[in-house]
């Protein structure tokens, strides 16, 4: 059984900045991506910012220059770092990662979702 649970999301003023986490825990042999997708309403979930395991990264770019993500491998976290944030960035907030988990037949990678944090930013 593998949970991934995000805080660190709110309300705040335009221009401002937040600070997400998204912690996976259980039975975790490796973990690939990791990522930050978000979702506004009445759109389809998208995209924010994404991670390797080695660290490489990528940006939609609607939040190039003002997002920053960034993993602790050792603590199975990854961050999304929020700022000079705009009221079109109000969304929830998804956490994701391609994590592989030990069965007695082998290894097997899945896509795990956690259950989303809002965030709102005011004009």
């Known amino acids: 059984q593998v949970q991934l649970v995000e805080s660190g999301g709110g309300l705040v003023q335009a221009g401002g900045s937040l600070r997400l986490s998204c912690a996976a825990s259980?039975?975790?042999?490796?973990?690939?991506?990791m990522g930050w997708y978000r979702q506004a309403p009445g759109k389809q979930r998208e995209l924010v910012a994404a991670?390797?395991?080695?660290?490489?990264?990528n940006y939609a770019d609607s939040v190039k220059g003002r997002f920053t993500i960034s993993r602790d491998n050792a603590k199975n976290t990854v961050y999304l770092q929020m700022n000079s944030l705009k009221p079109e960035d109000t969304a929830v907030y998804y956490c994701?990662?391609?994590?592989?988990?030990?069965?007695?037949?082998?290894?097997?990678?899945?896509?795990?979702w956690g259950k989303g944090t809002l965030v709102t930013v005011s004009s």
């Open positions: 994701n990662a391609l994590i592989e988990t030990r069965w007695v037949t082998g290894t097997y990678g899945m896509d795990y």
């Open positions: 991670i390797t395991s080695g660290g490489s990264t």
């Open positions: 259980g039975s975790i042999f490796s973990i690939n991506a």
